[in-house]
């Protein structure tokens, strides 16, 4: 019989009768390498696994390990869900069910609601059904015999109207006694699946198809991991993430509030969480003057005119306030600053000595947003933009991009940051009708960028197709203690902007020359969200240079608040944001309290301290020092702020 050889995801060949399926290749490379194999992919292609190899092929398999096997594998669990739940309510209309980051879900109309009280019902009845599974098998079906299978469910009937377009033949996948219309992308068998491997986690409300025009249906989310271990340390992770929810500690801390009265996306700063804000905008300042950047301050409105000019309007007026009709003329509150900033350029002659040209401000500017898609800081109407604009030639965007990164770099390590990397937005010359046609400056200036990333020797990856219609562009990518991969800081470059604002600067000979590139940068995004992701990743516990109240005097009794209030004064001429508690309360519940006020350092004050002139120091992290000198307690202070410690070291 005549073989073909099949190339296995270790390296080695394995030879196989030519007419063997694809899912038979892929269950008996599961069987070999220990793990469960889920897709093949024939030629780049994924292919389904029915599909006989009859010749050589370029056949990969996918196991759970790469992000496709587990979109199979969570895929297939949408496909048990739905089996019990059918099981259990005979009469539910199905819809879709599609893997998602970390899980998956099911869209359903029940009859009669049901609570998340019924979720352990539901996956009982998956780990009954699940032994009674094996392999996925395929078959075919007209648009008419499909509708058959889902009497009076229009969600399935629409779905077969759409993807049976030109009398194309639909596809049923069926394990067990349950069959469902399906495109494919499974476990090659589901005696793999262990059943402590997934959970369902909550019930949400969900239009057909996303509009609210349609029908709402009830959708079951889950999440599920090749194994318990992975499972239960997600769900670990889940359960730390509620605890550092910045909107939990937001409120517990006093840092911000929000009223209906303002309105939703607009967060009012209290006096803690405005020194938090105060403390990182003074930082900015500092590393910005050292950096030669100039600080400027801009209006929160403009004429509808500017936004025109700028390209705002007409394609980002949607995510900008409605206008408002003045007696002379139209406004609009500022979306972005980098109008006003190109305003500045031109608001005289340039020459070539003036490039570059760096102009910072933290510009207040306001998006709408659905209110729908507010999220405490993360997504808000109103944000203080840690922005800049710098204004160079050609030959100058290779080193102020890179002192842009390192800057970045910089901060981050302040901050005690690690888990991040750069990916890199390109252009799809395949695609150009997307973006300013300059095809040379968009290939020599992307070539420049990459440069810089590898030579700052910087984690990064390249997105095809990702760019602005103006530009490549840099965005700095985190994974948050949370679990949730965000972009925290950009680095755009802008080709256009000279066109639009007719940017020009003198040359050496006098000429006028147009070629001024601007390059965008956000290092520390926006006050609100950067401080939401500064609250999640020190769990509320700031570093001593950042935290609202560095220090907290407690006095042992009434006889001792003279003393304490005679430290007190020392610390706040060295600007040091303390405070006493001389209440009659006991030492142990001020201490409490302090503790869940998250305040670095607390100092109990006595007898003994008194008469030695000494202090009692309690960190952050419980450790007591005693008997330590008042001069060498306030001399580790401020080298500790001075150098920005993210731990308080005495």
Known sequence: MTKIKITLPDGSIKEYAKGI??????????????????????????????IQIKEDSALQIITIQDKEGLDGFRHSLAHLLAAAVMELWPDTKRTIGPPIENGFYYDFEFSNPISEDDLPKIEKKMREIL??????????????????????????????????????????????????LCRGGHVSSMKSVQPDSFKLTHLAGAYWRGSEKNPQLTRIYAVAFPTKKELDAYLKMVEEAKKRDHKKLGRELDLYTTSELVGKGLPIWLPKGETIKRE???????????????????????????????????????????????????????????????????????????????????????????????????????????????????????KEFGDVIKMIVDYYKTFGFENYYFRLSLWDPNNREKYINEPENWESTQEIIRGVLKKNNVKFEEVMGEAAFYGPKVDIQFKTVTGREESMS??????????????????????????????????????????????EEYAGKFPLWLSPVQIRILSVSDKFEKYARKINEEFLKNNLRSEV??????????????????????????????????????????????????????????????????????
């Open 581 to 650: 508690d001389s209440r009659t309360e006991s030492i142990s519940y001020k201490v409490r309290e302090a503790q869940a006020q998250k305040i670095p350092l607390i100092l109990t004050v006595g007898e003994k301290e008194e008469k030695n002139g000494t202090v009692a120091v309690r960190t952050i992290d419980n450790k007591i020092h005693f008997g330590v000198k008042l001069d060498d307690f306030l001399g580790k202070v401020m080298k500790n702020i001075e150098e920005k410690k993210i731990k308080v070291e005495l």
């Open 131 to 180: 032994p009674k599974w094996d392999k996925f098998e395929r078959s075919e079906a007209t648009a008419a015999e499909a509708k058959k299978e889902y009497p009076n469910n229009q969600f399935k009937h629409e779905l077969i109207d759409e993807f049976s377009k030109d009398g194309k033949k639909l596809t049923f996948y069926k394990s067990g006694n349950y069959s469902d």
């Open 280 to 398: 990182i905008e003074n930082f900015a300042i500092e590393t910005e003057k050292k950096a030669g950047y100039q600080r400027v301050s801009t209006p929160v409105l403009a004429k509808k005119e500017l936004f025109i000019k700028s390209g705002h309007i007409p394609y980002f007026q949607e995510s900008m306030f409605p206008e408002m009709v003045l007696d002379d003329g139209a406004y609009y509150l500022k979306a972005m600053n980098c109008p006003y900033h190109h305003l500045i350029f031109n608001h005289k002659t340039r020459s070539y000595r003036d490039l570059p040209l760096r102009i910072s401000e933290y510009g207040l500017c306001h998006r709408f947003e659905l209110s729908g898609t507010l999220s405490g800081l993360l997504r808000v109407r109103m944000l203080s933009m840690n922005d800049a604009h710098i204004y160079c030639k050609k030959d100058q965007i290779e």
């Open 21 to 50: 399926t694809a899912g038979e290749i892929a269950f008996d490379i599961g069987r070999r390498l220990g793990q469960d194999a889920v897709l093949a992919k024939i030629n780049g292609n994924i292919k389904d696994l029915s």
């Open 490 to 535: 950009t680095i755009q470059l802008d080709f256009i902007a000279k066109k639009k604002f007719g940017l020009k600067y003198a040359d050496k000979d006098n000429k006028e020359n147009n070629e001024v590139y601007v390059i965008h940068r956000a290092p520390l995004s926006t006050h609100e969200r950067f401080i939401a992701f500064l609250i």
